[in-house]
């Protein structure tokens, strides 16, 4: 799921890019690599993956229904909501046109920064949200340093809340019943009574 993702803003911005300039370099995942930099294009780099803790779900069961006849519930671990961090970088040899091409990046997601499903074409991405996320100036030196890359334009963005959820694995658990319930709190205030 992170590459569909991934691929699909790499898809994304090479479209809108185009659009601004016809000679607009490529736009590749790629690492940012010293032995063999990239010559005229722009790069998506992930640098890090966080859990989202604040959206997560305490829901331990999954309903599937299979139609009319057909239906079961799982008890499934709750799902995992994640944000990437994502480095974006023009390599190019003239620096002029590397920082064109950045300011076009951050054009780009300043005009649309929130896809939904429908335009993802991807069945287990709900929503991504990008946020520019700045990096204070020793933080950007320490990444260049470990990189170990010259610094070129670049910009970082958080991609929020990809999900995660395995639907396939876990135990399967047979639906409760109203009167199983009903018996159930009969019971818990019988045994109230008799404290």
Same mark, same amino acid.
């Not at 992170?2 to 890019?17: G, P, R």
């Not at 997601?109 to 996320?133: R, S, T």
């Not at 809340?161 to 658990?173: M, N, Y």
């Given at each position: #799921?992170?590459?569909?993702?991934?691929?699909?803003?790499?898809?994304? /911005?090479?479209?809108?890019?185009?659009?601004?300039?016809?000679?607009?370099?490529?736009?590749?995942?790629?690492?940012? @690599?010293?032995? %063999?930099?990239?010559?005229?294009?722009?790069?998506?780099?992930?640098?890090?993956? $966080?859990?989202?803790?604040?959206?997560?779900?305490?829901?331990? *069961?999954?309903?599937?229904?299979?139609?009319?006849?057909?239906?079961? &519930?799982?008890?499934? %671990?709750?799902?995992?909501? /994640? %944000? /990437? *961090?994502?480095?974006?970088?023009?390599?190019? %040899?003239?620096?002029?046109?590397?920082?064109?091409? &950045?300011?076009?990046?951050?054009?780009?997601?300043?005009?649309?920064? =929130?896809?939904?499903?429908?335009?993802?074409?991807?069945?287990?991405?709900?929503?991504?949200?990008?946020?520019?996320?700045?990096?204070?100036?020793?933080?950007?030196?320490?990444?260049?340093?470990?990189?170990?890359?010259?610094? #070129?334009?670049?910009? #970082?963005?958080?991609?929020?809340?990809?999900? &995660?959820?395995?639907?396939?694995?876990? $135990?399967?658990?047979?639906? =409760?019943?109203?009167?199983?319930?009903? &018996?159930?709190?009969?019971?818990?205030?019988?045994? @109230?009574?008799?404290?």
């Amino acid at each position: #799921m992170i590459h569909t993702t991934l691929t699909f803003l790499k898809d994304y /911005l090479s479209k809108k890019l185009k659009e601004f300039d016809e000679a607009a370099g490529i736009v590749k995942l790629d690492v940012l @690599n010293k032995e %063999n930099p990239p010559e005229d294009a722009v790069l998506i780099t992930l640098i890090h993956i $966080e859990e989202e803790r604040v959206a997560k779900s305490q829901d331990t *069961y999954y309903y599937h229904n299979n139609g009319p006849q057909s239906s079961s &519930i799982k008890r499934v %671990n709750p799902a995992i909501r /994640l %944000n /990437l *961090y994502v480095f974006v970088s023009a390599q190019k %040899n003239d620096y002029t046109e590397a920082l064109k091409q &950045i300011s076009q990046v951050i054009r780009v997601f300043q005009a649309k920064n =929130v896809f939904e499903k429908e335009e993802m074409n991807n069945g287990h991405v709900e929503q991504l949200i990008l946020d520019l996320y700045p990096l204070a100036f020793e933080q950007a030196n320490n990444l260049w340093q470990a990189l170990g890359v010259k610094i #070129m334009p670049s910009v #970082m963005y958080r991609v929020r809340l990809l999900t &995660i959820q395995d639907t396939e694995s876990g $135990e399967e658990v047979a639906p =409760v019943k109203k009167d199983d319930i009903r &018996i159930e709190l009969e019971m818990l205030n019988k045994e @109230n009574d008799i404290k």
